[in-house]
């Protein structure tokens, strides 16, 4: 069974993103990148699946900037067999990156796209079932375990109130919540073979689908601020406090 | 224009979620229907009628859609969207789970977490963990968002709409096999006026137990937990707050040994009054508290637990 795991090159996790004083987008320019932390953990679940010979083959593929060939490589480093590289400059909105997807998948026929329930940039958790529609195939979505036998997916799914179980006939777009795995860090050896491992470098135009932007970003501004208040010594102050400065108890 | 807003229920209740939609849907057009997907959802129509301002309500039912099934939902929604020019969903798991499906179907780029409706067709929506608030001007047909609850206030009660009813989609590749839900008597997360957290400072889920769930319970309040607490199996996802989480705005929200990580902070800042109890007097959740306590858990919860008598 082949394994399509999408990933993103977003800004990492730790750092805090800064608005542009033009209010024209967050500025990006030296802050530290990173691979998506819920890509990271579909990556992990796809490894496994082929550690455990239920996967034959895991396809890594990225739509971004140059750059985001180094996202490909730590995933291959953590045990992804070859990436693509679908660059492009300009940022793909979630329905352009459904469509892109579609057709890699057209071309590569994977059993399962296995991805990150949502990028930390965007945060819109909008992909997986976009692609999944767009495939007619069926979707597991926030998947907190994840069992392959028999061309059908058993998913946990973390859902409002509590846990939910599904079956879906394979082939299917799962994506992955936190608690699914905890990856791995890749080894140095992994490093250095992940060096030796193909990527395909493409363009959106290889395609043949339309990406382009539906939602015009008017502007991009920071949240009102909040700020600190004070300090207090103790629980009694505390509840004091509470009951009479902010009238909430 | 007119709007349609799909409705946020457990086939027995109407959550407020389905209210502040509403609020939301009414500041983009007067013509608002609700549509409530179950199964033996009755009731949960006859809630939904007695919004304020809502034309009608459109009851579809089937096993798949009462059991949550993305397909059969989503399906549905598209065999009614001809008549509507935007789409409205509570921003909830089961409302991302199937909107952007109905935006694929009807090539559509959806919104997700609409927090302003600006004009028609213009939106505020937060980006980055909350660090940023972009606002998207859109060109499609229909469109399609999803609404964050807590940033609007809960429609009225005192309409008297009239209910349809049509019968929802079902799904031939998914098949669902069972539930667990988290049984508890306390107030749900996001709609709750006070919200205990714990973070990983607890140190496992015995701890968080013993800790949160008291104090949440003389209080009256809901238990939340940071990312970190769930991703060690202190608490279960549902109680997670933050950017992946839940997004809530109590009245008064408690931080107990949560450092403040730009992703939690992304999921209760914008809660009325924020308490933060921490030893690391360094600790972010500071920055944002409003009245902060440096001390350890397990000296301040008691004295707390006290104080409040």
Known sequence: MKVLVPVKRVIDANVKARVKTDQSGVDLANVKMAMNPFCEIAVEEAVRLKEKGVATEVVIVSIGPAQAQETIRTALAMGGDRGILIQSDSDVEPLGVAKLLAAVVAEEKPELVLMGKQAIDG???????????????????????????????????????????????????????????????????????????EIATKATSDYGVDVSPRLKVLKVTEPAKRSAGVKVENAAEL?????????VL | MAVLVVADNDNAHLR???????????ALSKDVDILVLGQGADAVAASAAKIEGVRKVILAESADVG??????????????????????VPATASGKNFAPRVAAKLDASPISDVIEVVSNDTFVRPIYAGNALETVQTSDATKVLTV??????????????????????????????????????RPELTAAKIVVSGGRAM????????????????????????????????????????????????????AIGISGAIQHLAGMKDSKVIVAINKDADAPIFQVADYGLVGDYKTVVPELMTALG
Do not use: C
Request: aromatic letters at 4%; zero cysteines.
């Open chain 1, 123 to 197: 945060d819109n958790n909008a992909v997986g079932q976009m692609l999944s529609q767009l495939l007619d195939w069926p979707q597991a979505t926030f998947a907190s375990k994840v069992e392959i036998a028999g061309g059908v997916a058993t998913v946990t799914r973390e859902v409002d109130g509590g846990m939910q179980t599904i079956e879906v006939d394979l082939p299917a777009v799962v994506t992955a919540d936190l608690r699914l795995n905890e990856p791995r860090y890749a080894s140095l050896p992994n490093i250095m073979k992940a060096k030796k491992k």
């Open chain 1, 239 to 247: 509840v004091a406090k509470l009951k009479t400065e902010a009238g």
């Open chain 2, 203 to 254: 140190g496992s889920a015995e701890e968080f137990q013993r800790v949160i769930e008291p104090l949440a319970d003389k209080l009256g309040a809901a238990v939340g937990a940071s990312r970190a607490a769930v991703d060690a199996g202190y608490a279960p996802n549902d109680y997670q707050v933050g950017q992946t989480g839940k997004v809530v705005a109590p009245a008064l929200y408690i």
């Open chain 2, 16 to 26: 407020d979620t389905t209210h502040k939609t509403v609020t939301a849907a009414l």
């Open chain 2, 148 to 185: 964050r609850p807590t940033a609007f206030k809960a429609a009225g009660e005192g309409g008297s709409a009239s209910v349809e009813k049509v019968a929802g989609a079902s799904a031939s590749k998914t098949r669902f096999k069972s539930e667990e839900m988290v049984k508890s008597d």
């Open chain 2, 67 to 88: 059991h949550g099934v993305a397909e059969a939902i989503s399906d549905t929604i598209v065999g009614l969207a001809g008549g509507y020019d935007a789409i409205l």
